[in-house]
Nanobody, 125 residues
């Protein structure tokens, strides 16, 4: 049974930081890609940051580039999203997702097969 479990969300003030974690388990084959997506009320789902399993290449949405960093700990089967200089527009539910087939566009949600339940990130003063 594949599971992706997110943690680390919460309430922070603008300019603050959060570190999200995604613990992956139950995969019978290695995933091709894993990463983070978010959706805010009234907005479309947005790819935030994803990682290619094969070569470690990372991908970032323009809106978070330079502020967010994705990383992984293979021994712990965990992917992280370090979020710095948070802005109110970063407020959203953040989802961890993994793809078990070849990915063409790493920041496109429908490329992914498994999803976590999400964790709320709220940036407000």
């Amino acid at each position: 049974q594949v599971q992706l479990v997110e943690s680390g969300g919460g309430l922070v003030q603008p300019g603050g930081s959060l570190r999200l974690s995604c613990a992956a388990s139950g995969f019978t084959r290695a995933y091709y890609a894993i990463g983070w997506f978010r959706q805010a009320p009234g907005k479309e789902r947005e790819g935030v940051s994803c990682l290619s399993s094969s070569d470690g290449r990372t991908y970032y949405a323009d809106s978070v580039k330079g502020r967010f960093t994705i990383s992984r700990d293979n021994a712990k089967n965990t992917v992280y999203l370090q979020m710095n200089s948070l802005k109110p527009e970063d407020t959203a539910v953040y989802y961890c997702a993994a793809a078990v087939t070849i990915v063409v566009d790493y920041l496109t949600g429908y490329e992914y097969d498994y999803w976590g339940q999400g964790t709320q990130v709220t940036v407000s003063s």
